[in-house]
């Protein structure tokens, strides 16, 4: 329940930041997968690999809830609403 949302919230993130920083709608679609993937791959590995562990699942839940917020710093101050709306083709 807590480390769906968490993941939902990294993908989104990383490709909103890529989305803010290309001017072609297909590209960022292109490159948020390329980044999205990665990004899915290092949670679910050690995900899988830590089994039914709680206190290994918590902790990579707050590490994750740290990326994300990290994230949604970087989003805020990347996404620029008037030069999209200005520049869009």
């Given amino acids: 329940f807590f480390l769906v949302p968490v993941v939902g919230m990294l993908g989104t993130f990383a490709s909103l ?4 920083k290309t001017k ?9 997968s ?23 699942n918590l902790l990579l839940g707050a590490g994750l809830l740290v990326a994300a ?6 989003c805020v101050k990347a996404f620029n609403r ?7 083709e």
């Fill in 24 to 32: 072609d709608i297909r590209a960022a679609q292109q490159l948020s």
């Fill in 34 to 56: 390329l980044v999205v993937l990665p990004v899915l791959i290092t949670v679910y590995v050690p995900l899988f690999a830590a089994g039914e562990d709680l206190i290994i």
């Fill in 69 to 74: 917020l990290v994230l949604f710093t970087i």
């Fill in 82 to 88: 008037e030069n999209i709306l200005v520049n869009w």
């Fill in 17 to 20: 930041i890529v989305s803010s």
